[in-house]
Each structure stands twice: as C-alpha cells, then as structure tokens.
C-alpha cells in the first residue's frame, strides 16, 4: 500500500503539501494540486481516515446502533439512515446489539473509539438492558423510537401506541369483536406500546379481551406461528388478529393457511412495521407502516446539525404512522 511519503517523492513536493492538498488546509497551486491528485489516483493511495480527524476533528462518521440487523424492519431503516447520511457527506458505521447491555456497551465503547462524529441509536431492549450505558458521551446522539433516562440527545417517536390504535381500529370498523393481539416480548416498550394501542382501542369500544387472545412469543416468523397457532385451537377462536410485527404476521399466515383458516374470509390480520415483504404475502398483508424514510431523513439532518455546532435545545419529534389497507382484511364472515 503506498503512502504519503512515496506520493510526494513520486510528486516532486513536500510531504506537507500532499497533506495540504488531501485536507484543503492551506492554498496549492492548481498545477501541484493536479500533479498530486494524479499520482495519488495512480499510484491509489488511501488516505488515513485516523490520521486526518486527528488533523481535522472530524471523521465524517455516524455510528448506527440497532438491536437486531436481521429484523426487515430495521434493515430498511438502516437503508434509509445510510442513503440520508452520504447524501450529506458521512459514512456509517453500524453495529447490532442483539444479545443485550453487554454487548450494545462494548459496541458503543468500540464506536467512541473509532472517534465517530455522532451516533444514531435505535434502542428496543427491556427497560433493565441499559443500565450499562456509557452516559455523557462527547458526540451528538439522536435517539429513534425510545428515549432513555439518563441519556441527553434528540429523540424522534413513531407513535407507536397510536399506530397500534389505529391497527385495531381499523379491524373494529369491519365490525369484527373477538379480536386478539399477537406480539413479542411483554418487557419490551416496543410490544408494551403497540398492544396498548390495542388494549386502549378495545376498550374505547366496551369490549373486553379474554387474558388467552394476548399471546407473546418472539419477534419472529416461528413466534408468529407458534402464537397463531395457539389462537386456532381455541374454541373462542377470535375473528381478526392484530400482530404488533409483520415478521411475526407473515409466521401466522402461514399457520393459518397450515389450519385451513382462509384469510381473510375467516380470519382477518394486521400486521405493523410494512417491511417489504407484506406487499407480496398470500394474501397481501396490511399493515401499520411506520415512516421509515422520514425518521432517518430527520435523524441525520438533527445529527449533522449537531456535529456542525449547533447548540439548540434537544429537540423530540413526534411522526405519525400510516395505515396500509392490503387484502388480509375484511368484514367477518
């Protein structure tokens, strides 16, 4: 691999002027700027990105730091955060903390050291995981979906209980009654908010929710199908199911069809997070569609703004998610 020294040997100047021409810190001739630049494309010469914040305090760099890189759900969003960040001239980092407060710790630990600019966290762990948070850190932070105590950034919010309100709502505007909800984990605020958005939905309409028609499993396919699964054994078998997931939505049309359950003729179901994959489910799934696009637009415009040396109050920011009415529901039968 070459380096600055045999570049400017290879140029005929100094290696201070190699540096000045990489890092724009003082005025080159356009001559030498040229000649240099050439030999540094020939010769493909990688500058040091360590070398040059240490010149510049700046690397250009965002840590990313989500719970399970697997899930669509944050996949997309990730796609949407790194599209908004080189748009703007920065890279990303990303790390999954899927495995809990030890290792979302290490991963961020790891991140300060690779002196990033700022740091863009999606937290969805139990309450109990972030005790081990490296608190007042030096770099901007924004925080998407959760906020947690004790850690001073941004935060932008999806409405999650509401997106689960408004899920329900649409079911009870079919007409249909036994409704149950399948979600994840109980002791995540993701499944604590978005089955409150049901709970509160139900009971606006004075209808009670049997203990047995709220199932939790993991936030997967296998936790879809094993939830649904239960629900279709039962006697009280509920007419239409919201499920706080669409990995775990696209689990349970698969156990349904497995029963011969047809949806939605007998069984309508709503998922949430419109991955890219609900649109081509059998039968197509609706789904709550969170705005994706829109919460990492914001998070890196908040971000950089930071980096740049703004000093404005935090800010928190409130989207709203969407309903996307697809072919898995319909009025019962």
């Excluded at 040997?9 to 540096?19: D, L, M, N, Q």
């Excluded at 250009?60 to 748009?87: D, K």
């Excluded at 028609?213 to 094993?226: D, L, P, W």
């Excluded at 156990?255 to 039968?283: C, T």
């Amino acid at each position: 691999m070459a380096t600055m020294k045999q570049v400017a040997e290879r140029a005929g100047v100094s290696i201070s002027t190699v540096s000045h021409v990489i890092n724009n810190t003082r005025v080159v001739s356009d001559d030498v700027r040229r000649r240099v630049l050439g030999i540094i494309d020939e010769m493909r010469y990688i500058p040091s990105a360590v070398a040059r914040s240490l010149k510049n305090d700046k690397t250009h760099t965002i840590g990313v730091l989500v719970p399970n890189s697997s899930n669509p759900y944050f996949a997309e969003l990730i796609r949407w955060i790194e599209e908004a960040a080189f748009q703007l001239g920065y890279n990303i980092i990303l790390c999954n903390a899927h495995g809990g407060a030890q290792k979302q710790t290490a991963y961020l630990r790891l991140l300060m050291e690779k002196r990033i600019d700022g740091l863009i966290l999606v937290s969805s762990g139990a309450d109990d995981e972030h005790d081990l948070l490296p608190r007042h850190e030096a770099v901007p932070i924004v925080q998407l979906e959760r906020a947690l105590r004790g850690l001073d950034g941004d935060l932008i919010l999806a409405g999650q209980e509401e997106g689960g309100y408004q899920a329900t709502r649409h079911l009870l505007d079919l007409g249909h009654r036994a409704i149950a909800c399948v979600s994840g984990p109980a002791d995540l605020p993701r499944t604590r908010e978005r089955v409150g958005g049901f709970l509160r939905a139900m009971a606006a309409a004075g209808l009670d929710v049997p203990p047995a028609h709220v199932v939790h499993e993991e936030f997967t396919s296998a936790g879809g199908h094993a939830a649904f699964m239960r629900l279709l054994a039962r006697a009280d078998r509920p007419t239409a199911v919201f499920v706080t997931s669409d990995l775990m939505a696209l689990g349970g049309l698969c156990a349904a069809g497995s029963a011969g359950v047809r949806v939605p003729a007998q069984l309508s179901v709503v998922g949430y997070d419109d991955i890219a994959g609900a649109g081509y489910a059998l039968p197509p799934l609706t789904t709550m569609a969170p705005p994706k696009r829109d919460m990492a637009r914001l998070a890196i415009e908040l971000l950089t703004d930071r980096i740049r040396g703004a000093h404005a109050p935090l800010r928190s920011a409130l989207l709203s998610s969407t309903l996307v009415v697809r072919a898995s529901t319909a009025p019962p039968a």
